[in-house]
C-alpha cells in the first residue's frame, strides 16, 4: 500500500474503529476472559481505543520511516509485523500498575483479541477493501479528501 | 486505384472540412459523409479504451451508448504485439504489481492470489501467497504472467459485451460541433461497402491512441537512412527475430544501447540464446548515465549498481496512489518537469536471476560495457557496424554485428495524426513535457465544446498531474477520475460502496452484464 499521511491516520481511526468496532463487539462475548461480561466489554473496548489511539503516533513514526523507501511505499509484511510491537505495548501499559486507566485484562482474552483484531483488519485491508471504497487506493489510503 | 475503389465510394473530406475548426451537420452533408449517434466514443480500442470502457459498463451506460473505434481486433492486440517483440514470451512475467490488474477495477483478487486459487498442489498454492506476503523485502516481488493477464482481459472484454461496442476502422480526426460535442471521423476498411468516411457525432469522446510512434536515436537513425546493411540496426520494439537466427548461423557481437526492462530482456535472450544453442555472441552494453551505486538524496534515493537503476515497477509505486502522486498533483510547470526528473531515468527491477545470468556473462568476459555518448555509427568491413563512442577524453571505436536500441524513445505526439490534428484545430495544448495538457479528472484542457468534453488517457497524457498513465494502473486511474467526471454531468451512476460491491460479485461470478 502506499500511504499518504492522512490516508494513514483516517484509516487507523475509520477503519479500526468501525471494522475493529464490530469485530470487537462480536468476539467479545465468546472470548476466555475469565470476566463478567460487563468487565470483558470494558477490557475489550479499551484495548480497541488505545491499538487507535496510540496508533495515530504509531503511524507517524512508520510515515517516517516510508520516506526512506524509494518507493513511497508500506509492504503488506510491514503492515502485519507492526502488530507485534504494538500489542506489546498495549498490553504493558494495560497489564502494568503505570496506566492510570483501571481495567481488568487477562492474558488470553487480551492476546486472542488484539491478534484476531490485527489479523481482522490486515486482511480486509489487504485486499477486500477495495471492493468497498474503490477510490481509496488511488488516494493514499484516503477515505476523505 | 480502380473505378470500384475506395476513391469511388460516397463520402471524402472535402477542403471546407478540412480547413474549418468546427463542423456543422449541413457541412458534413455537403461532403456526402454519413452521420451516426453515440453518446461516447472511445478512440484507439487498445488497453486505455478497455479499461475506461469497463469502468463505464461497471457504472451501468448501456452498450448502445459506447462505441470504440479501432482498427484493432481486440483490446490487448498492440499490448500483445508490443511485449512479444521486446521478448516477452507467453509465460514470462511482466513487469506489474500484482493487483495491478487492467481486467479488475478493483484489483481484488489480485493476480496472486488468482494464481494460488488456481493452484493443483498446495506448494502451487502457497507459494505465491508466501511471495506477495513477504515482497518485497524478503522475495521479489510476484508479477502476473503474460498469458495470465490477457486470458483475464479476454474474459472480462467477453463479460461486458465489449466487442459489440467495437466499430473497426481508423480515425482520422475529431473535430468540435457548432452545437456542442464532437465529430470523430472514421476511415472505414478499403473493403467496406459503407462511406468512405463516417462522422461520429458524440457529447463525449475518450482519446486514448497509445504511443505516437517509436523513435530511434538519432546516431541510429542516421545509420538506418544511408547504410545498406540497415536491418542490422533495430529498435527492441520492432519485430529483430532475424537478429537471434543469424546470430546462430554466424557468431557475431551484439551492441545493446538503454538501460531500461527491455535491454534486460534482450540481454536475457541473448544470454538464453547462447546458452541453449551453444553460440559465441559477443554483447558490448553502452550505457549513456552508468549507475554505479544507489543514487539521489537521502529521502529519494534509489538502488542502482552495474550501470542500471533498479526499480521494481516503471515508476516508484507511489506516484499511482500515495504521495507522489499528492506531490504531482499540486505541481506546474517548470516544477512539474524537476518532479518527473527526481523519480529518475531508465530503470530495470532487480531480479535474481538476470544478476546471475549477467554475473556469469561478466565473468566469462563475453559481456562488456562502455560508458558513453555514441556520435555516430558508420558502415565497416564484412558487414560491421563501427561506433564511435566519446567517453571521457577519448573516443573509442567499438564493432558490432548488430545494435539492438533499447531506449524506447517516442515520437512526438504531433507526429500522431489525430493528437496533430487537436493540436492544430481544437484547442488542445502541450503539457510541461510537451504531451497533451490534461485537467486531473484527464480532461483535454481548451477542447470542451458546449456540454461535450473531450478527454485523453495513455501515453500521449504523459506529464500531467499522474505520472506513470502508460501503466495498468494508470490507465484505471485515468477511467475512474473520467467515469467520476461523467457521473458528475449525469452521464452515468457514480461508483458508490453498493453498487461496487454488486459490481464486483458480479466479476467474481464471471455474469455477463
Known amino acids: 500500500m502506499t500511504y499518504s499521511l492522512a490516508g494513514r491516520l483516517q484509516t487507523r481511526i475509520l477503519i479500526f474503529g468501525v471494522l475493529g468496532g464490530a469485530w470487537t463487539a462480536v468476539i467479545t462475548p465468546i472470548l476466555p476472559t475469565r470476566l463478567p461480561l460487563g468487565a470483558s466489554f470494558r477490557m475489550t473496548f479499551s484495548v480497541l481505543l488505545l491499538t487507535i489511539v496510540l496508533g495515530v503516533f504509531w503511524e507517524l513514526g512508520y510515515h517516517l520511516l516510508q520516506q526512506f523507501r524509494w518507493d513511497k511505499d508500506w509492504p503488506t509484511m510491514f503492515s502485519l509485523l507492526a502488530g507485534v510491537p504494538e500489542g506489546l505495548l498495549v498490553w504493558l501499559l494495560l497489564e502494568t500498575d503505570s496506566w492510570f486507566w483501571d481495567v481488568p485484562v487477562t492474558p488470553r482474552g487480551f492476546w486472542l483479541l488484539f491478534i484476531s483484531l490485527w489479523l481482522v483488519v490486515w486482511i480486509v485491508l489487504s485486499g477486500p477493501i477495495r471492493v468497498l471504497l474503490v477510490r481509496r487506493r488511488w488516494r493514499g489510503g484516503r477515505l476523505f479528501g | ?513
Open chain 2, 1 to 513: 486505384m480502380s473505378p470500384a475503389g475506395p476513391a469511388a465510394r460516397a463520402g471524402d473530406l472535402t477542403q471546407a472540412l478540412i480547413d474549418r475548426d468546427v463542423w456543422s451537420e449541413e457541412l458534413l452533408g455537403q461532403a456526402d459523409i454519413p452521420i451516426v449517434d453515440s453518446p461516447l466514443v472511445s478512440v484507439g480500442g487498445g488497453l486505455g479504451s478497455f479499461t475506461l470502457i469497463d469502468h463505464l459498463r461497471i457504472c451501468g451506460v448501456p452498450t448502445g451508448s459506447l462505441r470504440v473505434l479501432t482498427p484493432l481486433t481486440t483490446p490487448w492486440e498492440s499490448f500483445a504485439y508490443l511485449t512479444r517483440v521486446s521478448q516477452v514470451a507467453a509465460r514470462d512475467r511482466l513487469r506489474s504489481d500484482s493487483s495491478s490488474c487492467p481486467d479488475n477495477i478493483w484489483g481484488f483478487p489480485s493476480y496472486a492470489l488468482r494464481e494460488a486459487i488456481a493452484a493443483d498442489s498446495v506448494r502451487g498454492f502457497l507459494a505465491p501467497l508466501w511471495k506477495v506476503m513477504t515482497e518485497p523485502v524478503f522475495s521479489e516481488h510476484v508479477t502476473p504472467r503474460l498469458s495470465q493477464v490477457i486470458d483475464a482481459l479476454a474474459r472480462e472484454h467477453f463479460r461486458i459485451r465489449y466487442p459489440e461496442m467495437v466499430v473497426g476502422g481508423q480515425v482520422r480526426m475529431i473535430r468540435r460541433r457548432a452545437d456542442g460535442g464532437y465529430f470523430t471521423i472514421l476511415t472505414t476498411a478499403e473493403t467496406s461497402t459503407a462511406a468512405r468516411r463516417i462522422a461520429f457525432r458524440s457529447g463525449y469522446v475518450h482519446l486514448a491512441v497509445g504511443y505516437a510512434g517509436l523513435k530511434f536515436l538519432p546516431d541510429l537513425q542516421i545509420y538506418r537512412e544511408t547504410a545498406r546493411n540497415a536491418s542490422r540496426v533495430v529498435n527492441a520494439y520492432e519485430p529483430h527475430e532475424h537478429v537471434y537466427d543469424q546470430l546462430r548461423r554466424r557468431p557475431g557481437t551484439v551492441m545493446v544501447r538503454g538501460s531500461g526492462i527491455v535491454a534486460s530482456r534482450v540481454l536475457q535472450r541473448l544470454i538464453d540464446e547462447r546458452n541453449n544453442h551453444g553460440l559465441q555472441t559477443r554483447v558490448v552494453h553502452i550505457f549513456g548515465d552508468y549507475v554505479a551505486h544507489s543514487h539521489g538524496p537521502r529521502f529519494m534515493r534509489r538502488h542502482g549498481g552495474d550501470g542500471f537503476g533498479y526499480q521494481a515497477f516503471d515508476e516508484p509505486k507511489a506516484v499511482w496512489g500515495g504521495q507522489l502522486r499528492d506531490r504531482a498533483r499540486e505541481t506546474e510547470g517548470r516544477e512539474r518537469v524537476e518532479f518527473y526528473d527526481s523519480l529518475g531515468a531508465s530503470s530495470t527491477p532487480y531480479r535474481k536471476q538476470w544478476q546471475a545470468k549477467l554475473g556469469t556473462a561478466r565473468q566469462e568476459g563475453w559481456y562488456s560495457t562502455v560508458v558513453g555518448r555514441v556520435e555516430a555509427l558508420d558502415p565497416g568491413a564484412d558487414d560491421l557496424i563501427s561506433a564511435r563512442v566519446q567517453t571521457g577524453d577519448s573516443v573509442l571505436l567499438a564493432e558490432a554485428s548488430f545494435v539492438i536500441d533499447c531506449t524506447g524513445l517516442e515520437s512526438d505526439i504531433g507526429e500522431q495524426r489525430i493528437l496533430a490534428d487537436l493540436l492544430q484545430h481544437s484547442g488542445a495544448r502541450r503539457n510541461p513535457l510537451g504531451r497533451l495538457d490534461v485537467e486531473p479528472s484527464f480532461e483535454v484542457r481548451e477542447t470542451r465544446s458546449g456540454k461535450g468534453r473531450l478527454y485523453a488517457s495513455g501515453a500521449a497524457t504523459h506529464g500531467g498531474y499522474v505520472p506513470g498513465v502508460d501503466t495498468f494502473l494508470g490507465l484505471q486511474i485515468a477511467a475512474l477520475e473520467i467515469a467520476d467526471d461523467l457521473a458528475e454531468q449525469g452521464f452515468c451512476r457514480k461508483l458508490g460502496p453498493l453498487r461496487s460491491i454488486q459490481q464486483w460479485l458480479r466479476w467474481a461470478t464471471n455474469t455477463v452484464i
